[in-house]
């Protein structure tokens, strides 16, 4: 209403509002609302701003799970759903989003399956692939100093996937530990399932030979194909670093992984009073 006075302003306010049946104090009310939103209305914009700056900062590849991810970290408090309609109807510097895709029939729609990688800013390497499956997201992107007690928390599950005594968990806590310092100083890649970490690697050393220091998943994402997935993702990061070989101590439980991803045994290590692990490598072959 406000908006037919303003662009009809020959009409006059009183003759129009008295033509609509609207109390002149209404009126003059919804003029000061305009001019003075409420608190309501200035937090809706803050955070409509500031989901699309975290769009905008992921080339716009998240969806809105990665999106409520990212503001429940910045202490921002808000419901995914909301998250989730604001994040359908925000610009995206990519194109539609998965779930505008959705909700929008004509939006430009991808194959069942695909990929994109994209450069990470801090450390100048491909720190980043999304891959789309009907009703799943995966992304892979560089850990952040603060994940570190999340990663901690899931090696020290994905270790007791295996059966190992509770007292042996216990001593081993401080090798299934990672620091902030080791994500900020590292390259530690997480994938994340809607908006949850599912899994990690973390490359160490100096091409043109480095280790795989750790390859954890959480429990119930061993055997999805998760693992490859991440297996894949470290080896075209070390090769495109510069590496020729990369060398890890196994789990005896992951050993045939590593062995059907293309890495042979070259031999053995004694970690502990009776407890041996197999060592292997892999060569990085350019492509």
């Known amino acids: 209403m406000t908006s037919l006075i303003d662009e009809h302003p020959h009409l006059g306010v009183e003759p129009v509002l008295r033509e609509l049946n609207i109390p002149s104090s209404t009126y003059y009310r919804w003029r000061h609302a305009e001019k003075e939103p409420c608190e309501r209305r200035r937090q809706d914009a ?21 999106v409520h991810a990212v503001l429940r970290r910045e202490g921002i408090h808000v419901g995914r759903k909301r998250v989730e309609a604001k994040t359908s109807t925000s610009p995206s510097p990519a194109g539609p989003t998965r779930s505008s895709a959705r909700s929008n029939p004509a939006a430009a729609c991808g194959p069942r399956l695909w990929t994109r990688s994209a450069w990470h800013p801090r450390r100048g390497g491909p720190a980043r692939q999304v891959i789309l499956r009907p009703m799943n997201e995966i992304i892979l992107r560089t850990a952040e100093p603060d994940e570190a007690g999340v990663l901690t928390a899931l090696t020290r599950r994905s270790k007791g996937h295996w059966g190992y005594p509770q007292a042996m968990l216990d001593r081993m806590a401080e090798m299934l530990s990672v620091s902030s310092a080791t994500v900020r100083d590292g390259h530690v890649v997480v994938a994340e399932r809607n908006g949850v970490v599912a899994g990690y690697y973390q490359i160490t050393g100096e091409p043109p030979h480095g280790e795989l220091a750790d390859l954890f998943l959480e ?12 297996w894949e993702h470290a080896v075209a990061s070390a090769r495109s670093a510069g590496f020729h070989t990369l060398t890890l101590e196994s789990d005896p439980h992951a050993e045939g ?17 009776g407890r041996v692990l197999p ?9």
């Open 46 to 66: 803050d955070l409509t701003s500031r989901i699309r700056q975290v769009l905008q900062d992921s080339g716009g590849i998240y969806g809105s799970p990665r």
């Open 219 to 230: 429990p119930e994402a061993i055997g999805t194909g998760l693992g490859r997935t991440l």
């Open 257 to 273: 992984f590593y062995l059907r991803m293309g890495a042979e045994r070259i031999g053995e290590r004694e970690v502990a009073p």
């Open 279 to 287: 060592v292997l490598r892999v060569t990085i072959h350019t492509a």
